[in-house]
């Protein structure tokens, strides 16, 4: 198994604190990674270093195989944690911005999703609830056929009926050999979702190993061990 | 479908396949759905399914053919070994919780002849 | 690129529809008043100029925010996640706020010369045409130079701290190091001609902003919006970070 993205000695500061300190770990194509930790703890910095919407003070990122520039922008399909898509747009409009700017844009799936997430497509995208606006971030994510998907706090703000549409989404619409990177702190929703773990703690990986690995090995939920790992931290 | 979350899940997926196939639910023979599908069926990852799927092969409880899909073995001993497995671990999980309630040997066999007769 | 450009226009559209609604307003006042009383002729023409000159400088304005306040707003971060390359982003925003700015300038010289004819409808010629290209430079510049200032402003961390404050002072220098390093060098040269702007039958523009008679500014001024162009597209790829808790 090939690695999709490959993090060494990654570090980053803002005003002087750090943020980010020494980052290292992989992720293999195929896998669903959960990028967890409490609020504060770095992980969308994280994210929007890999995005090159922050730069880092240290370190290399690799995405298959080359060094992060603009090619490998167009292989990583991001879900901000906010909205950023301009006030003036419909959804409509967005499916449309995406199906020009990112040449791997599945119109077909977007039309999927747009229906199993209960999406209406000719409403303005700040006329609908936070929780409405994530699922369409979601939507306009899953939509392309990426090698990795980030996704920051996905669930946030979303219903039990649209969590469980958006993981139903997870589990069967991405391809074998993308993979998920899912930034949360809801670690109940991603118990059965996740391959992988990586937790993050204020700049530090406190623990990076499967989930069946903790369930076989530690004899605990992925949410037990989560909490165990960071009331020590 | 409702999982332990402290125990792996491929082992659970396992066993729930593994009970089906006892129960008669999935005949011997019987095709079995694409990982995929039964992924989105029991709520998991692929990964994780296709885990379960490829310890399953190896037991031999279910085999796959290149092009055609999955089935559920014809081996009528493979499955009598299934059956009898299960019933092992109910068994020696069921004495050991009436032992700890405080029973011995004897007053175990007379409650179950009682509970049987009835 | 003309995806992205297409896409430029339609957010420039959304956002500022009113100024080219005005416009016509303003073209329809103006036409009105040939066709009124002397009372109602001038009042019409008053209407007209002074919507006019609002929307002109309206136009202006919305230009320059083409150029560079994008960048201050969250859909920044959708336009930075596309895969395109930096210089191609800035170029469509460039190309844009020329054309605006061109359509501000025809705008305003189209509707004086109405004016100045009592409202009949006559186009404009290529005389008056003459000094547009000039002002559109001009405009285009201080336009480039904003926006290259607020890029390399959140390009380095001490000037990253005050944006507002740092962006104002680096495009002043810039602005104000450009214009007199022209007029110095052309008064060396002895070809410098203050601009000068008549406002007889038509508003006319003449001097130093004369594209086809004076070659220096020209090209230094396209040769200063490439460099900017160019420094931008550098920085915004490699070291342009924008925290939103800032």
Known sequence: ?233 | MNFNPTIPIYLQIMDQIKRDIVTGILAKGDRIDSVRSLSEKFGVNLNTMQRACSELERQQVIHTQRGVGSFVTEDVDTIAGLKEEMTKVMISEFIKGMKSLGYNDQEILEIIRKAVEL | MLKKLKWDTLDYIHRNYLIPLGMVVSFVFALISAKSGSFMASLFTDLSAGLAFILFAAGLVSALNTSYRWLTRKSHLLELATPLPAWMILLSKIVLAAVVNLAACLFILQLSVIWGNSGRLILLNIQNLKGVPGMVLLLLMIDCTVMFAYIVTMSFKRLRKSPALSTSILAAILLIGIITFCALYMSARGTLILPSISTQNVLSVSGSLLVFSIVFPTLFALATILLELLGSSILLGKSFEKDETY
């Open chain 1, 1 to 233: 198994m090939s690695n999709i993205l490959t993090v060494k000695g990654l570090s980053k500061r803002f005003f002087g604190s750090p943020v980010l300190e020494d980052l290292e770990f992989s992720i293999e194509s195929g896998r669903v990674v959960g990028l967890m930790g409490p609020n504060g703890a770095g992980k969308t910095t994280l994210i929007k270093i890999l995005m090159q919407l922050y730069r880092p003070d240290r370190g290399e990122i690799t995405v298959s195989g080359k060094p992060a520039g603009i090619a490998s922008k167009g292989l990583l399909s991001y879900m901000p944690d906010t909205n950023f898509l301009p006030s003036w747009m419909r959804v409509r409009d967005a499916i449309h911005y995406y199906s020009d700017l990112f040449v791997d844009f599945d119109a077909e799936r977007s039309r999927e999703l747009c229906e199993s997430l209960h999406l209406a497509r000719d409403k303005k995208v700040t006329s609908l609830s936070k929780g409405t606006i994530k699922r369409v971030l979601v939507m306009l994510a899953l939509s392309r056929r990426a090698a990795l998907y980030l996704l920051d706090e996905p669930f946030a703000g979303i219903d039990p009926l649209g969590t469980e549409q958006v993981i139903k989404t997870l589990l069967t619409g991405v391809r074998e050999d993308s993979s998920v990177l899912i930034a949360t702190h809801q670690v109940k929703n991603i118990e059965t979702v996740v391959d992988d773990l990586l937790f993050l703690n204020f700049g530090h990986i406190l623990l990076c190993d499967s989930a069946e690995n903790i369930r076989e090995f530690r004899g605990q939920s992925v949410e037990a061990c989560y909490l165990e790992v960071f009331s020590h931290a």
